[in-house]
């Protein structure tokens, strides 16, 4: 009967065990996946389990695209905690906007905008809790202006290095075309999205509840074409992506079933075809998850 018992055990253990992550296999075919296609890429990928991470080019510069928008609503939540604003604040609706270039105004199209309501709301008010909501999970340029021009962008970037992010750099709002013209342009790494991810993951982003309610709201993003896109719907993944010309980005957090989790972030530029961009950058995301089965 002891020989069955141990048996038994040994049996389940063998079974019961993932294999060991082969993380340089796994890089290699990550690279692989990146060079069938013509454009410029950086991956950043760290296991929270066991702490290993891969880094491909992560120090490079990219526009930031919508992926700024995450540190925009942590600046939103850090001033609202040290009691400077409320969630709750009133903004008025107003289609004006101030270039960092020169001071000129400038207006938003709703036809480059993934937000087409809030441009019927032009002079009433929306609270500040609806703004970032619609800023992160609908990519609205719009409430990210009116977010950005109520809280001013001068602290963003000192709260990034708070935590961490050493390179990244929000300037401004989106559709400064005076500004982008110079050259006045939000950039982030690879590597500074993944330490700020890291932190909501842990909690670490001003306090546990705070950081739980930006998670939450990261899970609502409606753009699933590339983290996501080929995973199990039943996968949670708390993401901020990114869309301009020749640039496709995602960023995030994935919650696997056996409440385990790793941050990702996936960036690129000078893609000739961007829906095919997204695509490749999705099946480097299937094979990460796929490697933690």
């Known amino acids: 009967m002891k020989y069955i018992i141990i048996y038994l055990i040994i049996f389940i253990t063998h079974f019961s065990c993932k294999p060991t992550l082969d993380y340089t296999l796994l890089e290699n075919k990550i690279i692989k996946i990146l060079n069938s296609q013509k454009g410029d890429f950086a991956v950043a990928f760290k296991n929270l389990s066991d702490g290993k ?39 008025k609706i107003k289609n004006e906007f101030r270039s960092i270039a020169d001071g000129s105004t400038f207006k938003l199209s709703s036809f480059e905008d ?52 050493k390179n990244i750099n929000v300037l401004r709002g989106v559709e400064d075309i005076k500004a982008f013209n110079k050259g006045m342009n939000n950039t982030t790494t690879a590597l500074d999205l993944l330490k700020i991810y890291e932190k909501l993951a842990e909690g670490n982003v001003i306090n546990s509840e705070i950081s739980k309610e930006m998670v939450d709201i990261l899970k609502k993003q409606k753009y699933d074409d590339i983290i996501p896109k080929y995973l199990p719907k039943s996968i949670e993944v708390a993401h901020k992506d990114g869309w301009i ?22 960036l690129s530029k000078n893609l000739e075809d961007e829906i095919k961009g997204a695509d490749l950058l999705a099946k480097v995301s299937l094979e990460i998850y796929n490697s933690l089965l």
Do not use: C
């Open 245 to 266: 010309n020749g640039v496709r980005h995602d960023s995030g957090i994935v919650f696997l079933d056996d409440n385990t989790s790793y941050v990702l972030v996936l």
């Open 114 to 165: 993934s937000d087409k309501k809030s441009y019927d709301k032009i002079g009433s008010y929306l609270s500040l809790r609806e703004l970032v909501f619609d800023m992160i999970t609908i990519s609205s340029n719009f409430a990210t202006n009116l977010v950005i021009d109520y809280i001013g962008s001068k602290d963003i970037n000192n709260t990034m290095r708070d935590l961490g992010a």
């Open 53 to 91: 991470t891969i880094m491909i080019n992560e120090n490079e510069e990219f526009h930031a695209a919508s992926t700024m928008k995450t540190p925009v609503m942590i600046e939103v939540f850090n001033k609202a905690q040290k009691g400077i604003i409320s969630l709750d604040d009133s903004i």
